[in-house]
Nanobody, 120 residues
Framework: QEQLVESGGGLVQPGGSLRLSCAAA????????MGWYRQAPEKERELVAE???????SYADSVRGRFTISSDNDKNTVYLQMNSLRPEDTAVYYC??????????????WGQGTQVTVSS
């Protein structure tokens, strides 16, 4: 059974930094895309950043220039470095992966979510 395990959330002051990690585990043949979404209270989940297996990186306009997504393909892990954090970045951050499982074919997985709170 494939799963995503996230870590790295927490409380940070405005202007601070946090780094999120997400590792994909299980019987994985290929990972096509890994990324981060976030959901603030009473708002819809939105894409923050994603990285394709071919190296294409995409960012939401609200985080471009402040957040950096990177991946370690050998470890099936994606990272989100968040700098210059703002109160409006406060949300639950979810890892997402689109992959091919050796046992059960194409899957879209979600992590359990990690809280990021930006507050003084």
């Amino acid at each position: 059974q494939e799963q995503l395990v996230e870590s790295g959330g927490g409380l940070v002051q405005p202007g601070g930094s946090l780094r999120l990690s997400c590792a994909a585990a299980g019987d994985i043949h290929t990972i096509y895309l890994m990324g981060w979404y976030r959901q603030a209270p009473e708002k819809e989940r939105e894409l923050v950043a994603e990285a394709s297996s071919g190296g294409t990186l995409s960012y939401a306009d609200s985080v471009r220039g402040r957040f950096t997504i990177s991946s370690d393909n050998d470890k099936n892990t994606v990272y989100l470095q968040m700098n210059s954090l703002r109160p409006e970045d406060t949300a639950v951050y979810y890892c997402n992966a689109q992959l091919m499982s050796r046992a059960s074919g194409y899957k879209t997985l979600w992590g359990q979510g990690t809280q990021v709170t930006v507050s003084s």
